[in-house]
């Protein structure tokens, strides 16, 4: 059995590769050749631009991918939605199509743009849209560089964003969401029937949202006293409860627990105050619930 995997190519595949690097798969890409090397022999890789993913996965050229929730709303394609996978290619995080125009605009709501030209990517799903508001505006495929385009060659455009830097470097303010996106792992639906492809379908799911799950977290271990245990967990979060053993001195203890990263630098130092010691923090690549 060979599952035909696609993988986003252009702005999300340096994300991808890694994640997937996290999940437990090597993949290793060429720039000479679209389909990268994988160290599953069970997985036949092909990179593929994600606008492009669904249809190819519905028409069974793959058996599964790795799109947006956004390119799969925009070309109707029939797929099965796997799992989300929440990352992007700046922060594993949700994207957005946004409405934005000038600074200087008049435009305050979707409204204003009656009868004005709006250029986007996301063809389809603006026209749904502004069909859904009553709005008759003409959209304009963009072949990109959209944020330029405003306002000689398009009153709007609709274009897609993590933190909102590039439309502001262009001088742009939005002015609503048009679309909230996030990656998932599609699959052709006569694919997902066959017992052998699922499996393995689902076991890509589980380990790369076992990833995903563990970007922001890292594992701490301690040593402490019974005397002093409960101090130190009066200070010390946990998934869920912390993993507690026996030393070979019965009067010590070995804790372990996963933490977020981000507050990692805050506690240890208590850790240390209520009588933590061998204090060890380290990284992880996969979480699994």
């Not at 990352?87 to 000038?102: C, D, E, I, M």
């Given at each position: 059995?060979?599952?035909?995997?696609?993988?986003?190519?252009?702005?999300?595949?340096?994300?991808?590769?890694?994640?997937?690097?996290?999940a437990g798969f090597n993949v290793t890409v060429s720039s000479r050749s679209y389909y990268p090397a994988i160290d599953d022999p069970e997985i036949q890789c092909m990179l593929i631009r994600a606008q492009e993913m669904a249809r190819y996965v519905e028409n069974g050229v793959l058996d599964a991918g790795i799109t947006g929730l956004d390119w799969v709303k925009e070309t109707g394609a029939t797929v099965h939605t796997?799992?989300?996978?929440?990352?992007?290619?700046?922060?594993?995080?949700?994207?957005?199509?946004?409405?934005?125009?000038?600074?200087?605009?008049?435009?305050?709501s979707v409204k204003d743009l009656e009868g004005k030209v709006i250029a986007t990517e996301l063809v389809e799903t603006t026209k749904r849209y502004l069909a859904a508001r009553g709005v008759s505006a003409k959209v304009e495929f963009s072949w990109g560089a959209t944020e330029v385009k405003p306002p000689d060659l398009a009153d709007a455009i609709v274009e897609v964003t993590e933190t909102g830097s590039s439309l502001r470097a262009n001088?742009?303010?939005?002015?609503?969401?048009?679309?909230?996106?996030?990656?998932q792992l599609i699959a052709n639906v006569q694919s997902w029937e066959d017992p052998q492809k699922r499996r393995k379908i689902e076991d890509i799911a589980l380990l790369l949202q076992g990833a995903i799950a563990a970007l922001s977290k890292v594992g701490l271990m301690l040593n402490v006293r019974r005397s002093d245990?409960?101090?130190?967990?009066n200070v010390l979060p946990a998934l869920r409860k912390p993993t507690i053993s026996t030393l070979s001195d019965q009067e010590w203890l070995a804790v372990n627990t996963v933490v977020d990263?981000?507050?990692?630098?805050?506690?240890?130092?208590?850790?240390k105050e209520a009588g933590a010691e061998g204090i060890v923090e380290y990284p992880l690549n996969k979480i699994v619930m």
């Open positions: 059995m060979i599952l035909k995997l696609g993988l986003p190519k252009g702005s999300l595949e340096n994300a991808t590769v890694e994640l997937f690097r996290r796997v799992c989300d996978l929440v990352y992007a290619k700046q922060s594993f995080g949700k994207v957005r199509w946004v409405l934005a125009v000038p600074e200087n605009s008049p435009v305050q001088k742009l303010r939005i002015v609503e969401t048009v679309l909230e996106s996030n990656t245990l409960a101090a130190v967990l990263e981000a507050i990692v630098r805050e506690i240890i130092p208590r850790l």
